[in-house]
């Protein structure tokens, strides 16, 4: 298994994809990726099977989890737990965010 990973890697499958996401470790008990959305770009996840930690590296706009707007910052940590609808929504700018799944990416 590959141990060591490249972000630039992953923007590069994202766009040669035309997907806004790619993730890149996809085991049993951990999966992690990478979500860039563009500012006016729909992001179209449902509930996932586990829960989910998303690490903001760059961007603005909103999370929504269940009815509440959380903002968005560098840096900022969100939590979101299994079958719990969310989404990111309303950047201006190109949103950049971690993603770590407590399962596979299902």
């Known amino acids: 298994m590959k141990l060591e990973f490249n972000l630039q890697d992953s923007l590069n499958k994202i766009q040669k994809n035309n997907s806004y996401f790619h993730t890149f470790i996809n085991k049993n008990s951990l999966a992690a990726g990478l ?5 006016g770009e729909q992001d179209t996840q449902e509930p996932h ?30 939590f979101v737990g299994k079958d719990i609808p969310h989404y990111f929504h309303s950047n201006t700018k190109e949103l950049k965010v971690l993603y770590f799944f407590g399962g596979p990416d299902s």
């Open 49 to 78: 099977d586990s829960d989910e930690i998303y690490f903001i590296i760059s961007g603005n706009g909103f999370l929504k989890i269940k009815n509440k707007d959380y903002k968005i910052s560098k840096d900022k940590l969100f």
């Open 35 to 39: 979500l860039v959305l563009n500012p």
